[in-house]
Each structure stands twice: as structure tokens, then as C-alpha cells.
């Protein structure tokens, strides 16, 4: 194992072996000038230990084990959303700043309480919505009075191919479910546009009635102004990453909005009357942007990464939302009530 760097860097860890952890985060973490990655732990200590060895750190064969741990500063955490309260609570214990992956957790009272116990610590918590972190958003902010005017409503859908059957998304009892897993993206997103706290007009989620999980799902909201967004998400469809702004003056719509690649210009598609415009955006490496802004906040013990009412908002909307659901499938399937368990997951 190469000797750790010895210069001013946050050491940390990784708690399980996720495939966004090894194929997209623990690359960067590696890269990182500021960064010591210390080791990785999975609950197969063999699978910790190769992980490890691809990006020179140790390999831990407990979850326990690595959040004792007295040389690392902060872990990342890449476990199923049912698991993430557990984890992170017991890391910001042991005096860790912890950077989770969305959503922060299953439920809005863990959400509370993992912001509530963070702030008591003086601990930085942050909820890994990379796709806040690239440049494309604020630059279609910028063109909202020009090009949208007063906006009308919001849409976005975020949906992927059917995914693994042994995948934990397929796993209520794991904070399994569509709308854990991708609906969040467009009701984040929706919330950059959209003021004050939102209202649940209407809800769909389609439960698999093999699996008790949603796999589909369908969000109406509205402002205070009556603005309204109309959301679409699941695990059933052709890929899809996209949203758009709607007002009197024209619609903006953003082509591949939550996973760009760090390569792409990104395009945006202005309509106005007759006249459709498409603008080429800068490229932009929101992967290494989330991890640099965890990193340079807990470096400098600056408190929260983002300003906790917007967690706090995003976790009372999904609640909200799977309150108003209406379920379509099994009716003995409730795939909103999840329990975090130990399940043995790597």
C-alpha cells in the first residue's frame, strides 16, 4: 500500500462497496490533492480488500470497524437508503463528517435527526446530489427572465432501463423503490425553481407485485404562487434525465440534467414563438465538484456542505408524497414504510 500523503488532507473512508462508489466516487476521492482514502469496508472482507488495492487504500472486512476507526476525518456511505441513518448516526458519534448518499434517509424524522445530531457536533452532513453541482443549472437560472419569464410550470422525469433483480432498488425492507432512487432527482430538482414549501396535489406509484417495490411513479405539485411541476420517474422505461421550465415568454428544457457525463457540453433547447434556439454549454465535472465542496467544508469545519433547509424541505416533501401516493398493484405491498435493517449487504 503507498505511503499516505502527509500534507493538509481529510482522511477518509468509504462504508460499503456500492457500484457508484467504485465506478464513479472512489476514483475522484483517490485523485483528490486533498483527499487520504484510507480504507473501504465491506461486509466480504476479501471483496473490501480488492476493492481497496484498485485505489491503494486498506480493505475492512466491518462496517463497525471502519466508523471506530481513529485515522479517518470522514466517511462517504454508498449503502441502500434504508441503512443510511444507521450508518451516518453512528459515524457523526464517533466524531465523523459524513457524506451520504440521496436520500439522507428513508424517512423525514432520520433526516431530522442525522441534521439535528450534525449540528450539535459541529460536523459537516451533506446528501450526495451531484447533479446540484454542476454548472448547466445556474446558467439556465440565468436565462429564466430572458428566455421563460414568469414560469408556468416545471417538468422532469428521470427514469432508467429495468435494473439487476438482485439490486437492493428491488428491496422495500432496504429503501428500495423508484421513487428512493431516481423520483428524487426531479423533486430536487423541482425545488430549485419552485418556492416555499411545496403541496402534493396528486401522487401515483406502481408497486411490482412480486417485489412490493414502486417502479413507476407520477408527482403533480404547485407553489404558493401556483406554479405547478409535473414529475415522472421509474424503472421501467427508456433512459431518461431531463426537465424543463415553462412561463410566458418561452420554455428552456435541460437534456440530460441529473447524470451528465464530465465530457459533455450540455445542450439547452430555448422555444420562444417561432423561433427555437440551442445552446451549447461548458462541460463540467459535477462528480469531482460534489466531492471537492465536502472536502474544502470539512476541511475548514465551515459546518453544514449546503443550507440544511433545503435537505430538510427535500425530506418533508418525499414524505408528503409517499403519504398522498396512491398505490397501484398489490395492496398489501406499502413500499413507502421501509425499515432499515442489517441485512449482510457488501
Known sequence: MPEHRQQRALRMGVIGTANIAIRRIMPVLAAHDHVDLVAVASRDKARAERVGAAFGCGGVGDYAALVERDDLDAVYIPLPPGMHHEWALRALRSGKHVLVEKPMSDTYEKTL????????????????????????????????????????????????????????????????????????????????????????????????????????????????????????????????????????????????????????????????????????????????????????????????????????????LLDRVRRAARLIGDPKSRPHDVIAQDTGLS
Not at 445556474?138 to 410550470?153: F, H, I, K, N
Not at 420517474?233 to 431518461?240: M, N, P, Q, W
Not at 459535477?286 to 469545519?301: E, I, P, S, Y
Request: charged letters at 20%; one cysteine or more; hydrophobic letters at 40%.
Open 113 to 316: 435527526e442525522l441534521m439535528s445530531t450534525a449540528s450539535e457536533l459541529g460536523l459537516v452532513l451533506a446528501e450526495n446530489f451531484m447533479f446540484l453541482h454542476h454548472s448547466q443549472h445556474a446558467a439556465v437560472r440565468a436565462m429564466l427572465d430572458e428566455s421563460v419569464g414568469e414560469l408556468r410550470l416545471f417538468s422532469g422525469s428521470f427514469a432508467v432501463p429495468p435494473l439487476a433483480p438482485e439490486s437492493f432498488r428491488y428491496q422495500p425492507a432496504l429503501g428500495g423503490g423508484a421513487l428512493l432512487d431516481v423520483g428524487v432527482y426531479p423533486l430536487r430538482a423541482a425545488q430549485l425553481y419552485l418556492t416555499g414549501e411545496l403541496d402534493v396535489l396528486g401522487a401515483c406509484l406502481r408497486v411490482d407485485e412480486t417485489t412490493g417495490a414502486d417502479v413507476a411513479g407520477s408527482v403533480l405539485l404547485s407553489d404558493d404562487r401556483g406554479v405547478t411541476a409535473q414529475l415522472d420517474f421509474g424503472f421501467e422505461h427508456s433512459y431518461r434525465s431531463t426537465y424543463a421550465l415553462w412561463g410566458n415568454r418561452g420554455r428552456v428544457s435541460v437534456r440530460r440534467a441529473f447524470t451528465p457525463p464530465e465530457q459533455l457540453k450540455p445542450v439547452v433547447r430555448i422555444e420562444q414563438q417561432d423561433v427555437v434556439t440551442e445552446r451549447s454549454l461548458p462541460e463540467d465535472n459535477q462528480v469531482f465538484n460534489a466531492m471537492d465542496a465536502f472536502v474544502r467544508a470539512a476541511l475548514t469545519n465551515t459546518g453544514p456542505l449546503t443550507d440544511t433547509s433545503a435537505i430538510q424541505r427535500q425530506a418533508l
